[in-house]
T-cell receptor
Framework: ETGVTQSPTHLIKTRGQQVTLRCSSQ?????VSWYQQALGQGPQFIFQ???????GRGNFPPRFSGLQFPNYSSELNVNALELDDSALYLCASSLERAGFKQETQYFGPGTRLLVL | GDSVTQMEGPVTLSEEAFLTINCTYTATGYPSLFWYVQYPGEGLQLLLKATKADDKGSNKGFEATYRKETTSFHLEKGSVQVSDSAVYFCALSDHAGGTSYGKLTFGQGTILTVHP
């Protein structure tokens, strides 16, 4: 059983550019959530994908978007990068089942993004 | 909205000392509660969880009890080791109001340093 993997591990971009981060969910999991963790802070929920559709969203602007693929892997896209987007981006996978309470989320190692 | 408050850090202890990290929460429904640990340069690892009132989560010598009356989920360990040095995050997941997804809401994290 493989855990959650993310790529790339580190990334440097300049303001105004666009970035795509990738996540492969843990085997058997059907839901992917993305979080932004600024330095010295707790992670903040960006959005969640379930059955290839956005299933919930936190307080992030539309320039943060995502995709989920049939194999449950996911991408996070950020357009028009700003300096404040510099953070660790964490992906978490879980198994969601209708009528059951939130299953535990398992995190990947993260992608560290630096915007200059 | 939901929120999690952790005790102010950082916490510095000697090896074999007793550890308590306080966590209190506010939520509109009946959340599940979690403790995650983050080692330097890594993602989040689930340490323990509790899904209903009076449940006790435990793992690797760490324990936390879900106290609904005091809305708390304090983390304890009887004898810490140098290898326990990390950042500890308290989190909740809430399905209040019939939401179809369970996002995690995190506290700000508590840095623990254990000296030999």
């Amino acid at each position: 059983e493989t855990g959650v993997t993310q790529s790339p591990t580190h990334l440097i971009k300049t303001r105004g550019q666009q970035v795509t981060l990738r996540c492969s969910s843990q085997s058997g999991h059907n839901t992917v959530s993305w979080y932004q963790q600024a330095l010295g802070q707790g992670p903040q929920f960006i959005f969640q994908y379930y059955r290839e559709e956005e299933n919930g969203r936190g307080n992030f602007p539309p320039r943060f978007s995502g995709l989920q693929f049939p194999n449950y892997s996911s991408e996070l896209n950020v357009n028009a990068l700003e300096l404040d987007d510099s953070a660790l981006y964490l992906c978490a996978s879980s198994l969601e089942r209708a009528g059951f309470k939130q299953e535990t989320q398992y995190f990947g190692p993260g992608t560290r993004l630096l915007v200059l | 909205g939901d929120s999690v408050t952790q005790m102010e850090g950082p916490v510095t202890l000697s090896e074999e000392a007793f550890l308590t990290i306080n966590c209190t929460y506010t939520a509109t429904g009946y959340p599940s509660l979690f403790w995650y640990v983050q080692y330097p340069g890594e993602g989040l690892q689930l340490l323990l969880k509790a899904t209903k009132a009076d449940d006790k989560g435990s793992n690797k010598g760490f324990e936390a009890t879900y106290r609904k009356e005091t809305t708390s989920f304090h983390l304890e360990k009887g004898s810490v080791q140098v290898s326990d040095s990390a950042v500890y995050f308290c989190a909740l997941s809430d399905h209040a109001g019939g939401t179809s997804y369970g996002k995690l809401t995190f506290g700000q994290g508590t840095i623990l340093t254990v000296h030999p």
